[in-house]
């Protein structure tokens, strides 16, 4: 199938054609057509096989009958919400890119950064706005923005809306937009808590999932290192001396795992750039630039920060935290290994991730091979110790009494600091 088997018109096609796209992706094919028939949609996807343009282009095409060239007499047509800031700004990158031979504009508006620049840009009018939920309702409340012209929302990747606790920003924003409207809602994962949550925004709507014959889980080849907490630091920093090449992205779990092992790679001399969400957007999008221009070959990310950042070329994903959810170990090692190339994924797990282990080789439908062959080495199979196991009861209660204390200790909170 080609692009123009899916009646898309000329202004479009052109616009994709000088894009180098010649056959619409499985999730293209079969989304596009319902769109365009103005059905509402659920559509699941890996990351990384153009959900994106399976709503823009459609949406572009149902406005394009109608569109207006004064830009003062725009109102906003579609709305597209995102959960970060990143995937906003490229989401409105392709929409720019697909609508260059119309007269349809877009803007994205999301936070961290001034308000007043955006609020310019509405007040000139547009077609299409992209958002991230909380600066759309800022901006809804200042009654900059006004939505009762919205004839298609667009919900991307909701199950990481969900997660990230705006089921309630989304639930406002859907109230404030027309009761008869076109509703389509993304998701790279589809657990039951998005269905039920889709099912009451969504009129008896098509769903479409897309599931990969070859998961990008086994494209990627897969390493599994059991190493105790505490040495986890040295056996990063082991492999990135004498192992691990390329361009390098690191999974920590939280923003100060994140800065912390920026500042021990820094002072062990690699060039390491970080994403978290308590970083500005500027921050955020110098520290991606320099990524991607290769003037950094390292960069350490939260989940959150980093879900929906295309990044190409990329050799290497470091699981330092083991995740608690199968699907984000997938989501992240499918970050590597695209388009044929090769790809590697590290993971570190301590005695205490071991059950998310389980978890994952169950979604992959695989076993993780082991490698034992490393200075830090903790043997798969060994157990948390129970220390006071053969003692006395009275020295059961005392050793338990000083454990707890111990936790507390200045030299606990010290060893524990040097962990990260």
Known sequence: MHFSDLDLNKPLLKAIFEKNYETPTEIQQKTIPLVLAKKDVIASAQTGTGKTAAFALPILQLLFHQQNANKKQKNIRALIVSPTRELAQQINDEFTDYSKYTNLNSTVVYGGVSIDPQKKVIKKGVDILIATPGRLLDLCKQEIIDLSSIEILVLDEADLMLDMGFIDDIKKIHSLCPAEKQVLLFSATMPSKVVHFA???????????????????????????YVPKPNKIELCLQLLRNTIKGNILIFRRTRKGVDNLEQTLLKNGFKVETLHGEKSQNLRQNALNKFKNNEVNILIATDVASRGIDI????????????????TYVHRIGRTGRAGKKGTSYSFCSIDEKKYIADIQKTIKKAIPIVEDHPFALKPKVKTKDKTKGKGKDHKKKNSTNTKKGRKSAASKKNKKRWY
């Open 312 to 327: 190409e070329d990329l050799d290497v994903v470091i699981n330092f935290d083991i995740p608690n959810v199968s699907e």
């Open 199 to 225: 099912k009451s925004l969504l009129t008896n709507p098509e769903i479409v999932e897309i599931i990969s014959k070859k998961s990008e889980a086994t494209k990627v080849k897969q390493l599994l290192y």
